[in-house]
């Protein structure tokens, strides 16, 4: 069955990075969609990134130009690098991928920015 397993997840101070990597498996990696989502603490689960299975990216407009988000088919992998961190990013994220009829969620890392 599917498999979404999120790491890299850690404190880190204002301004500084962090990667984050979704290993999946269970079905044909290079032939879909995948996506970063993120949920604060008692906030909705906001979308934060895409890469499509043709490799292009989009980006929500609250981490556009700090964030990017890449993918490696080989390793079944998608990574989120994140830059310029703020206290607001401040989330559990998640890995996303659907085939248009069943959604697949990893079980989230956590990202906590503070000083």
């Known amino acids: 069955q599917v498999q979404l397993v999120e790491s890299g997840g850690g404190l880190v101070q204002p301004g500084g990075s962090l990667r984050l990597s979704c290993a999946a498996s269970?079905?044909?990696?290079?032939?879909?969609?995948m996506r970063w989502y993120r949920q604060a603490p008692g906030k909705e689960r906001e979308w934060v990134a895409i890469?499509?299975?043709?490799?292009?990216?989009n980006y929500a407009d609250s981490v556009k130009g700090r964030f990017t988000i890449s993918r490696d088919n080989g390793k079944n992998t998608v990574y989120l690098q994140m830059s310029s961190l703020k206290p607001e990013d401040t989330a559990e994220y998640y890995c996303?991928?659907?085939?248009?009829?069943?959604?697949?969620w990893g079980q989230g890392t956590q990202v906590t920015v503070s000083s």
């Open positions: 996303y991928r659907t085939n248009g009829f069943i959604s697949s």
């Open positions: 269970g079905f044909i990696f290079s032939s879909y969609d």
């Open positions: 890469i499509t299975k043709s490799g292009s990216t």
